[in-house]
């Protein structure tokens, strides 16, 4: 019973007391409440289920058999002798050992849901029998399985970010400050693999009651953390490598110098171990956060389900054991057995049920769409209207953020341009077309503005850049984009071991698989029917990645296995083979991506020539001859005729290429070529580069002279920021070969790349669009720290000039451009903002009165009911206000709190494809009431200032379905007043004029606006906080 209590404990996170944060604060919250459910509800109802066996429990009758045989050999009588002696040992013999059944459910109990769960999370081992497993296989020709395929894979950096725990009533907090990442398949080096370390002055901060400890994720060198030691030669030498232990003990011992003495005793707590029994709590707690970074994170689809399906199995196969039937000899035995197993059955659903609602509530919220937190325009000044012009030149923030990113502050003026001076000057931005106006730099009201003036602003929109996991920027992307992506190019993880990417011991393929298949399952269905994706990988990961891909794109959307020469020189201290090449994988979305070309090269037209000067222009000739002899062919066997000598020509001993039609057609076609002379033995066919195809067929092996090599994509990044600030990207030149595929066909161009990386696939568009003349756009998706440091800054500097040397922008075009920046909550930031809401008196009266009911709630509605109120989970009473609809983010490491932009993130969900976003309007306006009591706006709405009278925005666009119009707008204590300055501010701007209204309008709040509704007019009104809620937790997912 022990046993299976410490389990549970684990299972439950109850064994995690003292944390703090994500979902063990909110559980711990619950710790009480889900102890005593364990502990006077579930566990005994194991004994009171054997109930029935107490009049036959062998202890009991054992006991009062010696109390008879005492009290008879007492008597100086025989006990053998004694008639009820015998009765009763003939009892004891037919009776049941209760302690040892209700210890052997127990024991099963441990047994089942011990054999499932490792390292925190539930593995899908589908037993079959001891040490072997089953698959689910439904007759594919290949199966692809892996060890964790029911799961989610989680990966977020922010989880180094987030770790707390209390120590009676104060808390501790580790803070992550600053951590490099090893990122785009790069192998770390040996030895300077990341790791923990407490940071450096100041790494302490003391609250009242909270603790702060800052931490850094970094290489190490072992001089931070070892003292030296004096070798033979008298010399100072370290270890090679740096221990955890080592860093732990180093942070532990640099604490407790520099903490109060008060703060001191709290730290060295007890928290002993058998391994280690002078652990300290803080030496505990050091010991979990550094070690989390190596573990993946794990959510499993189904986790009741499967549980269940496996407990059938377990009682079937180890519990029931049907080999062992022909042992039971009498119907007791068997009815024991078969109690046994109701009880065990009974209670192992009721503990998986609770299990899925823990889990099934995490999945919950990673399947959430997520909330966009920040959204950013770069507006090349060429779109903004000069009307803007002096509140830019005002802005020393934007001039500073010029001087860093393109050095404007070089910049000499003379008698045809103006130079560069402080303040800016209005002539100064009239000469820089191509400089991006940040409007993260300004206020709401200014970028409101601005872009109330971009016409048509989706289309105008080329690139989107989003900082969040690619999981779910994917599915929140999917209603705006879905069929509609042409071409893809990704470049994750190279899955080496030592590159960035997390994995449980021993599931190092699998964790990365289910990573991929996640992802490329939800970028399936945004590509357009024609579309293709193609994707780098090395030999580590290319045949799972082959096999994954046909599964989830189809065998016969296989297109190429492309060999990329990444680097041409051989350098001697690899192992084994030394690596010149990387594979580009290429699927199709389906078979309507029938014709793939690409760009006829100037080299492969000048393979053209007009010798003879035919009208029909340059042409290239192919021999006339079969490779196949007369015997082989003998119906292309005939005589042709020389038509400058006029001999009759025959082939010595093969056939001609060609049928007697098919050749009297070239004939009269004059596309045989003798020579200029005639003199040719046998003659040429003329192909013609005005008849050829656009483009032409593509060849899975490039070449880095076509393609460029790492060291390309470095030199390429070093260009624009002076160093090197990414590891190993890829060349813009491997990117473009790619996409330019697609850009051959007509119709609007859209890459996306959800590995982003550095950036290298949008500045591959942008080199595409300059030279091949396109308007293809791109999206972006990112969730490292670079996004901001490196991304970013890589697009804003190729917008503004293509060419770049030692950071510095050379004489070069630019480009205008309007470019869109989100950043998407992450499941870290979901999970941090979970509030419960506690229980009413009625509420908790009515679960203490009613055993079933208190049951029913702890195991399946608990979690759902309290946190419902959430933030992240959606809080419509913040809809009063939509601007101000408030979360905690974790942003560079830190806890901010930000306003979520509702708008755009309502704009996604809906797939809306903005025409006009509208600047918020204030306005105000008198009321009376009429002779029959009712409420009526006195005479037009008047402009107010902002946090006076009421608010609206109004956003206007199209889904495939219908026209729509958005209206966002703050709402008072007074509904009556809210509607009828709705519904005077619609009529007012004209919205609703038959011959413009939209086909739907969404408005959040109760509303009348119906009542405006014309007898013709065939619009209808949504609220948006349901349809907020609705598409938010749709899901397809499994």
């Known amino acids: 019973l022990e046993k299976l209590r410490t389990l549970l404990a684990e299972l439950f996170q109850l064994d995690q007391a003292d944390l703090d944060f994500g979902i063990y604060r909110i559980l711990n919250q619950k710790r009480a409440d889900v102890e005593r459910f364990l502990d006077e509800d579930l566990l005994p109802q194991v004994k009171a289920a054997f109930a029935k066996y107490r009049p036959a429990d062998k202890a009991a009758l054992q006991a009062e058999l010696s109390d008879m045989v005492a009290n008879i050999q007492s008597a100086g009588m025989n006990p053998d002798e004694s008639p009820k002696v015998q009765a009763l040992r003939a009892q004891i013999a037919r009776g049941v050992d209760l302690t040892a059944l209700e210890d052997q459910v127990f024991s099963d109990l441990f047994t089942f849901f011990r054999r499932y769960y490792h390292g925190g999370d539930f593995l899908s081992l589908r037993r079959y029998k001891a040490g072997v497993y089953a698959i689910p296989y439904e007759g594919e020709e290949v199966k692809l399985h892996w060890a964790n395929h029911d799961q989610y894979y989680i990966k977020s950096s922010e989880r180094l970010s987030h770790y707390a725990f209390k120590v009676g009533s104060r808390t501790v907090r580790f803070v992550l400050t600053a951590a490099s990442t090893e990122r785009d398949n790069n192998k770390a080096q040996s030895g300077k693999g990341r790791q923990f370390i407490l940071a450096r002055e100041p790494f302490m901060e003391v609250h009242s009651e909270t603790l702060l400890l800052r931490f850094e994720y970094r290489p190490v060198s072992p001089k931070e953390v070892y003292a030296p030691k004096i070798n033979a030669k008298g010399q100072q030498t370290w270890p090679k490598t740096v221990k955890r232990v080592a860093l732990i003990e180093h942070a532990i011992e640099r604490v407790l110098e520099a903490v109060p003495n008060d703060w001191r005793s709290t730290l060295n707590t007890g928290a002993p171990t058998k391994a280690n029994p002078k652990r300290t709590i803080l030496g505990k707690h050091l010991h979990q956060y550094t070690a989390r970074h190596t573990f993946d994170y794990f959510i499993h689809k189904d986790l009741g389900g499967f549980l269940r399906r496996e407990l059938d199995f377990f009682i079937k196969n180890e519990v029931l054991a049907l080999d062992d039937i022909d042992r039971f000899t009498d119907f007791a035995h068997v009815e024991e057995k078969l109690s046994k197993i109701r009880v065990l059955r009974s209670i192992a659903h009721k503990l998986i049920a609770f299990l899925a609602q823990l889990e099934d509530f995490q999945k919950k919220l990673w399947l959430k769409k997520k909330f966009v937190v920040d959204t950013h325009w770069c507006i090349t000044l060429d779109r903004v209207p000069e009307a803007f012009y002096p509140q830019i030149v005002a802005n020393s923030a934007q001039r500073e953020a010029w001087v860093e990113l393109f050095s404007i502050d070089q910049l000499e003026g003379d008698s045809a341009r103006a130079g560069y001076s402080e303040p800016l000057t209005l002539e100064f931005l009239q000469s820089q077309p191509s400089l991006p106006v940040d409007t993260s730099l300004f206020d709401a009201a200014f970028t409101e503005q601005l872009l109330a003036t971009v016409p048509n602003l989706d289309a105008a929109t080329m690139g989107v850049l989003a900082s969040g996991d690619n999981a779910q920027a994917l599915r929140l992307f999917a209603p705006r984009y879905a069929g509609e992506v042409t071409s893809m190019f990704i470049d994750p993880p190279y899955n080496t071991g030592e590159d960035g990417f997390p994995y449980k011991d021993n599931y190092q393929h699998s964790s990365w698989l289910s990573m991929m298949h996640e992802r490329l399952s939800a970028s399936h269905p945004l590509l357009h029917d024609a579309g293709l994706i193609f994707m780098a990988i090395d030999f580590v990961e290319v045949s799972n990645l082959r096999l994954l891909c046909d599964q989830i794109f189809g065998r016969d959307n296989f297109l190429a296995d492309i060999a990329w020469e990444k680097r041409y020189t051989r350098s001697n201290n690899a192992k084994r083979f030394y690596s010149l090449k990387d594979t580009v994988l290429a699927y199709r979305a389906s078979p309507a991506a029938k014709v793939l070309r690409e760009p006829r090269s100037e080299k492969s037209k000048g393979n053209y020539s007009n010798p003879d000067h035919d009208p029909r222009g340059p042409w290239i000739s192919s021999s006339y001859v079969n490779p196949a002899t007369k015997e082989d062919r003998p119906n292309l066997v005939y005589e042709i005729h020389n038509p400058h000598t006029g001999a009759a020509v025959a082939h010595p001993t093969h056939a001609w290429k060609y049928d007697t039609t098919t050749h009297q057609q070239h004939v009269t076609d004059q596309r045989l070529y003798w020579g200029l002379d005639g003199g040719y033995t046998f003659p040429r066919l003329k192909s013609f580069l005005?008849?050829?195809?656009?483009?032409?067929?593509?060849?899975?092996?490039?070449?880095?002279?076509?393609?460029?090599?790492?060291?390309?994509?470095?030199?390429?990044l070093k260009a624009k920021f002076g160093s090197a600030v990414f590891?190993?990207?890829?060349?813009?030149?491997?990117?473009?070969?790619?996409?330019?595929?697609?850009?051959?066909?007509?119709?609007?161009?859209?890459?996306?790349?959800?590995?982003?990386?550095?950036?290298?696939?949008?500045?591959?568009?942008?080199?595409?669009?300059?030279?091949?003349?396109?308007?293809?756009?791109?999206?972006?998706?990112?969730?490292?720290?670079?996004?901001?440091?490196?991304?970013?800054?890589?697009?804003?500097?190729?917008?503004?000039?293509?060419?770049?040397?030692?950071?510095?922008?050379?004489?070069?075009?630019?480009?205008?451009?309007?470019?869109?920046?989100?950043?998407?909550?992450?499941?870290?930031?979901?999970?941090?903002?979970?509030?419960?809401?506690?229980?009413?008196?009625?509420?908790?009266?009515?679960?203490?009165?009613?055993?079933?009911?208190?049951?029913?709630?702890?195991?399946?509605?608990?979690?759902?009911?309290?946190?419902?109120?959430?933030?992240?989970?959606?809080?419509?009473?913040?809809?009063?206000?939509?601007?101000?609809?408030?979360?905690?983010?974790?942003?560079?490491?830190?806890?901010?709190?930000?306003?979520?932009?509702?708008?755009?993130?309502?704009?996604?969900?809906?797939?809306?494809?903005?025409?006009r976003m509208h600047a918020r309007v204030h306005c105000a306006a008198d009321f009376k009431r009429n002779e029959h009591g009712r409420l009526q706006v006195q005479g037009p709405l008047r402009p107010c200032a902002a946090g006076e009278g009421w608010t609206f925005r109004v956003i206007e666009g199209r889904t495939p379905q219908a026209r729509v119009l958005v209206i966002w707008r703050v709402r008072t204590d007074d509904p009556e007043q809210d509607n009828l300055m709705l519904n005077a501010f619609c009529a007012s701007e004209g919205f609703l004029d038959p011959e413009h209204s939209p086909d739907v309008i969404y408005v959040n709040g109760d509303h009348t606006l119906e009542t405006l509704r014309e007898p013709q007019a065939s619009w209808s009104v949504e609220l948006i906080e349901r349809h907020v809620h609705r598409l938010m937790f749709a899901t397809t997912d499994g």
């Open 690 to 716: 005005s008849e050829a195809r656009d483009g032409m067929v593509p060849i899975d092996v490039w070449h880095h002279k076509q393609t460029g090599t790492t060291d390309d994509g470095g030199h390429n």
């Open 727 to 915: 590891d190993n990207p890829k060349p813009p030149s491997l990117v473009q070969r790619a996409i330019q595929m697609d850009a051959l066909r007509a119709g609007d161009h859209l890459v996306m790349d959800f590995f982003a990386g550095s950036g290298t696939t949008g500045e591959a568009v942008l080199n595409l669009n300059r030279d091949m003349n396109a308007q293809a756009r791109f999206v972006l998706v990112e969730m490292g720290t670079y996004f901001d440091t490196v991304l970013k800054p890589r697009i804003l500097k190729r917008t503004y000039s293509d060419t770049w040397k030692d950071g510095q922008p050379q004489a070069g075009t630019g480009a205008s451009h309007v470019i869109k920046c989100i950043r998407l909550e992450g499941y870290e930031d979901a999970l941090n903002n979970l509030q419960l809401a506690p229980r009413t008196e009625q509420q908790q009266s009515l679960l203490t009165r009613s055993p079933q009911l208190r049951e029913d709630y702890m195991l399946s509605y608990m979690l759902d009911v309290e946190t419902r109120r959430s933030v992240s989970l959606l809080n419509i009473e913040q809809f009063r206000d939509p601007f101000q609809y408030t979360i905690e983010v974790t942003q560079h490491n830190e806890s901010c709190v930000r306003s979520v932009d509702l708008i755009e993130t309502f704009t996604y969900l809906l797939g809306l494809r903005v025409e």
